[in-house]
């Protein structure tokens, strides 16, 4: 497996959501895992009246996409949107066509493991008053499973990130919610919040792994079918690395069945 994470900046999405036609924007990140749909957090978009995708904003191949809710489940704070056949289609074919490539969904154990991670998506904090663009931001960092073992979810490590300014008012960290995040080359989970208390350098995240459990089997299916994430649990890539231990069985074994043959002939013993 490699220790990088295979985040796509095309199908990075920014989501701008309103409750009325008049009323505020709300931003949230998210990305798109098919070439119609797009793995968010539920609460980014629950009550919105109105949603929109961005790509590649500022660039050449900049799109926005209309999209409505194809499935959410407020329990689990996951949610899929579709994008809707629009008129604005520029560069949508390139688009459509990476997003097809199938992509790769992670599990974890529960053990005392710390595995690296990465994230991207548009918070707050990298709004820029001089240009008037809120940047993306790609966060880079780490988790430590055996944290938040009460709720289940996961505590993500950010030392790049434990300077950034609170102005007191927003959380620095709002627009991140729904960005997915990467471990060794998987989708494991999506950004589902941050905690004041806990640090401008730490982020909660929801494992998607836990939807197995929380989930009856007609929604986990539409999710599955949605997203392309496999139906059986074991069939996630286990993103752990094996341990010391194992891969030293693993290779003793190998070198036995390198010197004796599978099965023993019955011979007398003198």
Known sequence: MSESGSIDPDRVAEIIAKSAADGPEWRGSGYLVTSGEVLTAAHVITGMGSITVRFNARRPDERYETAEVAWLSAKADVAVLTIKSGDDTKAADSADTKAAEPLRFGRMADRDEIIPCRTMGFPRFKWHEDTKVRESRLAVGSIALLSNRKSGHLEISLPDSSGIQDDGVHDPWEGMSGAA??????????????????????????PLDTLFDQLDPAELDTFCRLTGMPRQFGELDDVLLPDEAALLLAGFA?????????????????
């Open 181 to 206: 995040v990467w471990s060794r080359g998987r989708i494991i989970g999506v950004i589902g919040k941050h905690y004041p208390s806990e640090g401008s350098g730490s982020l909660m995240a929801i």
């Open 254 to 270: 190998a070198q036995l069945r390198d010197i004796a043959p599978a099965q023993l002939d019955r011979k007398s013993v003198v």
